[in-house]
């Protein structure tokens, strides 16, 4: 039999391109809930409920109407007659009236009528019980959690390319979905070779040169580590037709077929012939030490790859060459230490003489440099963590932690991967679908004024702004498009809103955007021009519409009360209403603007976000 001579070497460079042009994937499944920690999402998860899902006391206290409280303080406090009580997990049976209060427990349902609550230490209880001072003032809103504050119905939950950790099974269990799309991972078939191999718990012949198998066991750990299925198979001996019978079996039940041994240049080692005659051989040899005669190949619809025999070799080969083919493959990140080293991106003030957890978040500035910036949306909400790739602890001596000051990040699991690109502001149904072609972006919906704020205070990479922008900022434009606003209705629009005039005319029940959401700022901004156009004041037509101070924080949101009948009229999106097959009274069209950090305009990620903007609007249109 012939000596194989290895002539031309290939570099390691093109030893992986040869294994990148494999198709090592294993296809798609759908697991429940309990089996999905660590899998690697295939497809974006959107909420389809809010979190909560009611209106809820966030203290134990009072719930009542704050304009009840207006002028109550400590000398002058308001008595208000307590006309029932409401604990968590009840449906609360009474409505009040003027000048009446409900006792309320920390997560309870707020009871109709109510739109704010004092917490029970601001107030003392007067005579027999059936009165409460109040002895401060509240306003709508004060102490309650809306729903769809922690999670809104319509936001993007989870992106394609998440690998599934206990937050965000924790996010999905909230939105109370049970099973989810993943990544199926790649089955990799393990064949040993060499008549010498015993497997371990066998006796072994020392006599005649047997060993033990090392490299099934160790290889198959390194598969499972990387996030691969590992199938062990039969060692195969050294005779072609034994060994084409077992490699054949392993190609057609597995996506990548892993050997060892029997790859050299000796007269015996002819594991490259099986894959000539059988498949297809891309190289054989690679300037690598050690490692020189690794195979690369197809065999049959499997992707193939012979290893060295040596056990250090063989390990050494996998790890740098085949383990990152089936990470990727799997959808998951490269390893990574499990602390970080990196500096504030902003000031972050503590004076409570505790220690303290700081759940943060981290991204790369344009040369590279980690920055930590603080996630924290309060102890209630799940998307605090979901949000979050680690925690910083600031000890009870520590009153502010300085912007550019040096922090260790200790990761929640070592396998956290920090996101690409982050961006802040508008939560906006197009961005999300944009957002789906990006690897690993985050995107925090926190409004178009925080948005503005956290991009001046040079956080994230991108802040979106829906709206009018009433000042000026230093910041570079890479995309804008317009989307059409106006009111919600019941399908068939069965109160015949005609436009804004009936918010205030009529007997109405409407929900409102919170006042950061671009949104709220476009509406306001044509209340004054109706207000202009009838010579009256803005605020009158304001306080005039029947739920206009109580805003969602969400798109979505809003247009939920009216399908619940909570609702008659909701401000929102003509996307969501089509969504959603609600009617849609336009109002008018709202410019939404990507606007890039100055200093992150050279950053990948910044500018495939902005090709992304441009390939899908066009050029940055003109102010």
């Known amino acids: 039999m012939e000596r194989k001579e290895f002539r031309d070497l290939a570099t390691p460079e093109e030893a992986r391109a ?29 909420a389809e409920l809010d979190v909560p899902g009611f209106d809820r006391a966030s203290l134990d206290g009072y719930a009542l109407r704050a ?66 001072l109040v002895r401060t003032s509240v306003a709508p809103g004060d102490n309650v959690m809306f729903a769809g504050v922690d999670v809104a119905a319509g936001e993007r939950a989870l992106g394609p390319g998440t690998q599934v950790t206990p937050r965000d099974i924790g996010l999905l269990s909230a939105l109370g ?29 020392s006599s005649r040169g047997e060993i033990y198998d090392v490299n099934s066991y160790t290889i198959a750990a390194g598969v499972e580590d990387a996030g691969g299925e590992a199938v062990l198979y039969p060692h195969a001996g050294d005779e072609q037709d034994e060994m084409e019978r077992i490699l054949r079996e392993a190609a057609e039940e597995c996506d990548l077929v892993l050997s060892s041994g029997s790859t050299s240049a ?30 690369v190949g197809r065999l049959q619809s499997s992707a193939y790859v012979g290893l060295p025999g040596y056990p250090v070799s063989a390990m050494m080969v996998f790890r740098t060459f ?82 550019g000051e040096s922090v260790t990040v200790r990761l929640f ?21 944009l957002l789906d072609g990006l690897e690993n972006p985050r995107y925090l919906s926190v409004g178009t004024r925080p948005g503005l704020r956290r991009l001046r205070e040079g956080v994230p990479d991108v802040a979106v702004a829906a709206g009018p922008l009433d000042q000026d900022l230093d910041a570079e434009e890479i995309g804008r498009w317009n989307r059409e606003w106006g009111l919600i209705t019941r399908a068939g629009n069965p109160r015949e809103v005609e436009g804004l005039a009936d918010l205030i005319e009529r007997d109405l029940r409407f929900v409102n955007r919170t006042s950061d959401s671009g949104l709220r700022s476009s509406l306001e901004a044509a209340l004054s021009d109706l207000a202009a156009d009838r010579d009256a004041s803005a605020r009158d037509l304001r306080e005039s519409i029947d739920g206009f101070d109580l805003g969602l924080r969400a798109h979505e949101s809003p247009a939920r009360k009216v399908i619940a009948g909570e609702a008659d009229v909701a401000l929102g999106l003509h ?49």
């Open 177 to 205: 979905i049970d099973e989810i799309p993943v990544r199926a991972p790649p089955t990799v078939g393990i064949v040993s070779t060499g008549d010498e191999l015993v497997r371990p718990g066998e006796d072994v012949e």
């Open 575 to 623: 996307e969501t209403a089509d969504r959603l097959d609600l009617g849609f009274v336009p109002i008018d069209e709202q410019p939404v603007r990507a606007l890039a950090n100055p200093d992150r305009t050279s950053k990948e990620s910044v500018r495939e976000l902005a090709a992304a903007l441009e390939a899908e609007f066009g050029t940055e249109a003109d102010d």
């Open 67 to 132: 304009r009840d409280t207006f002028g109550a303080d400590e000398a002058d406090p308001a008595r208000l007659e307590v006309v029932g009580e409401v604990h968590a997990g009840e449906e609360p049976d009474v409505a009040l009236e003027e000048g009446q209060v409900v006792e309320i427990s920390t997560g309870a349902v707020m009871p109709d009528g109510t739109d704010a609550m004092v917490p029970v230490e601001r107030t003392d209880i007067d005579g027999e019980g059936d009165d409460v």
């Open 266 to 295: 000796s007269a015996v080692d002819v594991i490259y012939r099986v894959i000539e005659e059988q498949g297809e051989l891309l190289l054989h040899g690679v300037s690598v030490k050690p490692g020189k005669p690794m195979l």
């Open 322 to 403: 085949v383990a990152p083919a089936i990470r990727e493959a799997a959808g998951l990140p490269e390893p990574r230490a499990a602390t970080v080293a990196g500096t504030m991106a902003r000031e972050e003030r503590y004076e409570e003489g505790r220690m303290r957890l700081m759940p943060v978040g981290l991204i790369e500035d344009s040369n590279g440099e980690t920055l930590v910036y603080p996630v924290d949306k309060g102890s209630g909400a799940t998307t605090s963590l979901a949000e979050a790739d680690g925690v910083v602890e600031v000890g009870p001596e520590t009153d502010y932690l300085e912007a």
């Open 18 to 46: 040869a294994i990148d042009s494999l198709s090592l994937e294993g296809g798609l499944e759908r697991v429940s809930l309990e089996d999905a920690r660590g899998r690697v999402l295939a497809a974006r998860l959107d």
């Open 413 to 433: 699991s070592p396998d956290v991967r920090p996101p690409t690109l982050l961006g802040v502001g508008e939560d906006d149904p197009t961005l999300n679908r």
